[in-house]
């Protein structure tokens, strides 16, 4: 699983995973050409794909998955 981390501050740790932002669920890509579209699509330098992704984040994209799906 694949996910976009974007730089956002001046230190070294100011950086989140990109979010939807009306619910706040991470984006994560199975794909990692499927993440390298989208981060292409961001046109924002301060950004890279990352495996790095804690289980709670994983857990809450797929509950959001799930629930889509059944709708």
């Not at 976009?4 to 794909?31: A, E, Q």
Request: include cysteine.
């Amino acid at each position: 699983m694949f996910a976009i981390k974007v730089f956002t501050g001046k230190k070294d740790t100011d950086w989140v995973l990109l979010r939807d932002d009306k619910d706040y669920v991470v984006y994560i890509w199975s794909n990692r050409e499927d993440a390298e579209a989208a981060m292409k699509k961001l046109d924002y330098a301060k950004c890279e794909i990352t495996e790095d992704i804690p289980a709670y984040v994983i857990s809450r994209y797929n509950e959001k998955r799930d629930t889509q799906k059944t709708d």
